[in-house]
């Protein structure tokens, strides 16, 4: 079946560092790739998200790029803030359904 | 647009007992989707619905727990008796998408969940 696989976390950054959480999936046919992020006591909400291979999703400054070849989809931000701590979900989407399937999640801490 | 709504916000059951879980979608969103999500973990999919039939239940451990959305609006999870393993945040979503309709990709708007803990 379908799956995705983060990095483990936590991640702790310090303010203005670069960020990369690694995503890679398996799944049949052409998936769908996203990122959701939950804030602390936030329900979880869309980030980000590409439909096809080599598509990029942008949003709030953070950036992920849809490899097809590498199946991955990995999550990037150049200067991360103390207000981007929160989790972080990669995500997919497939079959006739569009059934969503999760990562486990990537903890992020920015310290001042 | 008003959110996805759930309620309660927190529960705190002893286990054997039963508890029930309410789930408002956005207005005109087809599909509804319930995950169970531990702590540490990313959301498990118990149960999608597309209006008010299920499409998958392949992950609901059906001798405890049930789902079901009637008119295909709201919809209740109820899980009867509790374990002490069901201690977890219940997150409700929806979705717009429809099978065979192709609307770009499915976007899930989740409330904002329900904290179990069984005791």
């Known amino acids: 079946g379908d799956s995705v696989t983060q990095m483990e976390g936590p991640v702790t950054l310090s303010e203005e560092a670069f960020l990369t959480i690694n995503c890679t999936y398996t799944?049949?046919?052409?998936?769908?790739l996203f990122w959701y992020v939950q804030y602390p006591g936030e329900g979880l909400q869309l980030l980000l998200k590409?439909?096809?291979?080599?598509d990029k999703g942008s949003n709030k400054g953070f950036e992920a790029t849809y490899r097809k070849e590498t199946t991955s989809f990995h999550l990037e931000k150049g200067s991360v803030q103390v207000s981007d701590s929160a989790v972080y979900f990669c995500?997919?989407?497939?079959?006739?359904?569009?059934?969503?399937?999760f990562g486990t999640g990537t903890k992020l801490q920015v310290i001042p | 647009e008003a959110g996805v709504a759930q309620s309660p916000r927190y529960k705190i059951i002893e286990k054997r007992q039963s508890v029930a879980f309410w789930c408002n979608p956005i207005s005109g969103h087809a599909t509804l989707y319930w995950y169970q999500q531990i702590l540490g973990q990313g959301p498990k999919l118990l149960i999608q619905f597309q209006n008010n039939g299920v499409v998958d239940d392949s992950q609901l451990p059906k001798d405890r727990f049930s789902a079901e959305r009637l008119k295909g609006v709201d919809s209740t999870l109820k899980i009867q008796p509790a374990k002490l393993e069901d201690s977890a945040v219940y997150l409700c979503?929806?979705?717009?998408?429809?099978?065979?309709?192709?609307?770009?990709?499915?976007?899930?708007?989740f409330g904002a969940g329900s904290r179990l803990t069984v005791l």
């Open positions: 590409a439909t096809k291979a080599d």
């Open positions: 979503a929806s979705s717009s998408q429809r099978q065979g309709v192709s609307s770009g990709a499915n976007v899930l708007t």
């Open positions: 995500a997919l989407t497939s079959g006739g359904y569009q059934k969503v399937t």
């Open positions: 799944a049949t046919g052409y998936p769908s």
